[in-house]
């Protein structure tokens, strides 16, 4: 089993910055590739930024504004968002996949509002 915990969402302005966290814990080994998914209000849930082992990968709409970064020892993904728009407002899910198998986390609210 694969335990996720995002934390680092909330209300920011327009133009700001945040940064999400995502531990994972559990049973970590060969667990593939990590990222970031969001969702917003009536909406499907869009893939934001994926760090598979040595590449990363980010939606058209985040592109030069979201950095995802991989720290393997202390087993967490982040998320940086800069320059924040208010289309980013969303619950921003953590995910890892193992094998076949995908684990989520619980998700974290981000608004983007003045």
């Known amino acids: 089993q694969v335990r996720l915990v995002e934390s680092g969402g909330g209300l920011v302005q327009p133009g700001g910055s945040l940064r999400l966290s995502c531990a994972v814990s559990?049973?970590?080994?060969?667990?593939?590739?990590m990222g970031w998914y969001r969702q917003a209000p009536g909406k499907e849930r869009e893939l934001v930024a994926t760090?598979?082992?040595?590449?990363?990968y980010y939606a058209d709409s985040v592109k030069g504004r979201f950095t995802i970064s991989r720290d393997n020892a202390k087993n967490s993904v982040y998320l940086q968002m800069n320059s924040l728009k208010p289309e980013d407002t969303a619950v921003y899910y953590c995910?890892?996949?193992?094998?076949?198998?995908?684990?989520w986390g619980q998700g974290t609210q981000v608004t983007v509002s003045s």
């Open positions: 760090i598979p082992s040595g590449s990363t």
């Open positions: 559990g049973s970590i080994f060969s667990i593939n590739t």
């Open positions: 995910y890892a996949r193992k094998y076949s198998d995908t684990y």
